[in-house]
Each structure stands twice: as C-alpha cells, then as structure tokens.
C-alpha cells in the first residue's frame, strides 16, 4: 500500500480497480465495526463477545480488502495474469514438494508432521487444491502448449499427491469435487457463443467424459504415488464418528460442534456473537467434558452465521453468487487463454468452497489470500486491451 502510495504522488493520480467483489467484504467489515460498538446492555457493553478478537478480524478484513484491490488493480493484462497464474502453481508445487520431502526424507528435522509450512493437514490440502484446480483448467482448456503441457501435468500430479498425502478427507472430496465441477463447465455448449453450440452431443459427452477421466488419472496416480494407508483410515474413522454410542460429555466431533453452533445461531441470529468471538461464546453451548479447545466450528458457511448473524449469512452469500455468476459469464470470451484461466481460477474456488463444509480454510490468512487472488483472476475486467486482443485474433466479431 506504501508503493501505491508513493506510485500516485509520482503520477499524479489514482488508478484503481474496484471488482464488484470488494463491496461484500466492505459490508462484513462494517458488521464487524458494528458488533465493537457499546450497544449491549447486559453483562456485556458490545455485541461481540470479546470485543478484541473481532477488532483483530476487522484488521484482517481491511488487510484483505488492500490485498484483493491491490490485485484487481495491478494484476490487470494478460501478461499480468499469466504471471501471477505461474507464481501461484510454482508455490503450490513448491509446497507440495516440501511436503512430500518432509514425509519421505526428513522426519530427522520436521518433528510435526507432512504439512509443509501448515501445523494443519487440513489447510495445507485446501493451499494445494486451490493451485489444482488453476492447472487442471489451463490442461483441461487447452490454454498450454504441447511441448510443456508434460510439465503442468506433472505438477498437478505432484500437487495432488501432497493433498493425497496430507490425508485430508475434505482435500479428497474437494479434489473430486473439482473434477466434476470441471467437467460440467468445460462442456462447450454450455458457455460458448452461438456457432460453437452446434457441436455435436456426442463430443461434448466425449470431452466431459475426458475430463472425468484424466481427473480419475490424477487422483489415482497420486495415491499410487504416496500410498492411501493413512486417508484410509480417516475415511473409516469418518463413520465411527457419527456412529459412536460414547456419552455427550466424552465426545468431540463435528456433529457435537456443528448442534451446539446451531444452538448459538438460534440465540443470536441478527448479527451473531462477535466476529472472531466463536470461541468465546462456544464455551456456554459444549456439552462435552471442555478437554478439547474448540475455536473454530470447522464449517465457514455455519461459522459466518454463528459469528455475524443472518447478515453476515447474506453478505456471505452475496459474495459467493456474485464470483460465479461474473465467473462464468466473464468465461465467455473467445479467447481461451483467458477463459482457460478463468474456469481453472473458478475450480479452485469451488474446491475450497467444497472443503469449507468441513473446515475453516478461509480463516488461514495463507489459504484466504490464495482464494482472493483466484476470485479476482475469475472476475477480470472486460478491459480494452481483451477486446483489442479478441480482435486481434479474429475471436471478437463485434
């Protein structure tokens, strides 16, 4: 923000670009400021139940608007846009790399476990699926030149293999998640201009089965790679979770989390108990024995309500239509570079969108940033120089 700063004394004017997706999260961001006002007049003077912690989550949602302008605004060109889609996959692989090293190679210096940078297998698979779903949609899309289209396979593979590793239930299932996500909006027929909605049906079932298939390859070939040993095991202990008969004040699961955060939704339903305050307020809806610190309600849809209310739900929700609505229509150019790049930005937002049911990826500073760098690569302005471009090629009749 200094540099822009100082690139708008040196020019003598402000170029911003404001993404119609900045205006949900400026909206939470004022619910947050309003739960820090002394409005309560029970034992508590404001509506937050720890009125810090939501001033840190408001800090944070003021570093991520900066953070998401900064990249609508600069990330702006096409050569821009490949950059930051090379950057992304080279960390995601670089990570995945570490990953797998500390699992193979160096247990004698990483004590805590296969995650990369992550103390959570969770959040290191939601890091990972994200750089997935971008290189699955420039292969998929055929943005990628023959002679390198090996090398992003391999990373895909290499990526995939990390979240395989990681055994993360919810990495799998996004995983799997995106493979079908991709099959459906790769078909053509379903957001090509008029002339390519001739194509015939069976080539449109042909390339949604190939899609479904190279998918299957990958998430295969990278259990073939690392062994599923572990995520099968946590795929078994899946069940006994729900199935488990142990009395309420021994038990910690999902299930227990996710009744007692309803049971806090019902208590405060207009604005929530305080954004960052979950932990806080959870304590006076555990029926469990307290052993286990809960902070989280490892649901982001459920956790958004329990935190800020219906409006805070809504705003959520206004977000979430609004990056794929203005994904899939900005997917509509005829330059498949770019659309390539879209539809793959969208995969991974949807993967992580899928895992959110079953964690809290996108309250990890690292996997929300990721997620708002992959928003805005999805919602691009329909910028002069794409039109120009479109011409250029002959791609833009008009």
Not at 8 to 30: C, H, T
Not at 134 to 142: A, D, H, M, T, Y
Not at 181 to 203: D, K, N, Y
Not at 221 to 230: K, Q, R
Request: proline residues 3%; contains cysteine; glycine residues 8%.
């Amino acid at each position: 923000m200094v540099l822009w700063g100082i690139l708008v004394v040196k020019e003598g004017r402000l170029k911003i670009s404001l993404n119609p997706l900045i205006w949900p999260m400026a909206a939470l961001l004022i619910i947050a400021l309003f739960q820090l006002l002394p409005l309560a007049s029970s034992e508590r003077q404001t509506i937050s139940f720890d009125p810090y912690a939501t001033k840190l989550v408001a800090i944070k949602l003021v570093a991520s608007i900066c953070f998401f302008l900064l990249f609508t605004t600069f990330v702006n060109t096409n050569e821009r846009r490949d950059l930051a889609v090379r950057v992304i996959i080279a960390v995601c692989l670089l990570i995945a790399l570490v990953g797998i090293g500390q699992s193979y190679l160096g247990k004698a210096l990483w004590q805590r476990g296969t995650f990369g940078p992550f103390v959570n297998r969770n959040h290191f698979a939601g890091f990972l699926e994200m750089g997935a779903g971008l290189v699955g949609g420039l292969i998929i899309g055929r943005a990628v030149r023959r002679e390198v289209i090996a090398i992003y396979a391999s990373c895909l593979l290499v990526i995939c293999a990390g979240i395989v590793l990681s055994a993360s239930r919810g990495g799998v299932l996004a995983l799997g998640a995106q493979v079908i996500f991709l099959a459906i909006v790769f078909i053509p027929s379903f957001f090509a201009r008029q002339r390519e909605r001739r194509t015939g049906w069976m080539i449109v079932v042909a390339r949604s089965v190939g899609v479904v298939i190279l998918g299957a390859a990958a998430i295969f070939g990278s259990i073939f790679l690392v062994g599923s040993e572990v995520l099968v095991k946590n795929i078994v202990q899946t069940r006994e979770e729900f199935a488990t008969e142990m009395p309420a004040s021994e038990r910690f699961s999902r299930r227990d989390i996710w009744s007692a955060t309803k049971r806090m939704i019902e208590d405060h339903p207009y604005l929530g108990v305080g954004l960052g305050a979950y932990q806080y307020a959870y304590t006076r809806y555990d029926l469990s024995s307290g052993a286990q610190r809960v902070e989280q309600s490892h649901n982001d849809y459920l956790q958004i309500v329990a935190d800020a209310g219906v409006a805070g739900g809504l705003t959520a929700l206004v977000f979430i239509v609004m990056l794929f609505t203005r994904g899939l229509s900005a997917a509509r150019t005829r330059d498949r570079r770019k659309r390539a790049i879209i539809l793959g930005a969208l995969t991974g937002c949807f993967g992580i969108a899928v895992h959110s049911i079953v964690d809290f990826n996108l309250q990890i500073t690292a996997n929300a940033q990721l997620f708002l760098a992959l928003a805005a690569l999805a919602t691009p302005e329909h910028s002069s120089e794409s039109i120009e471009h479109e011409r250029d090629h002959g791609l833009n009749p008009n």
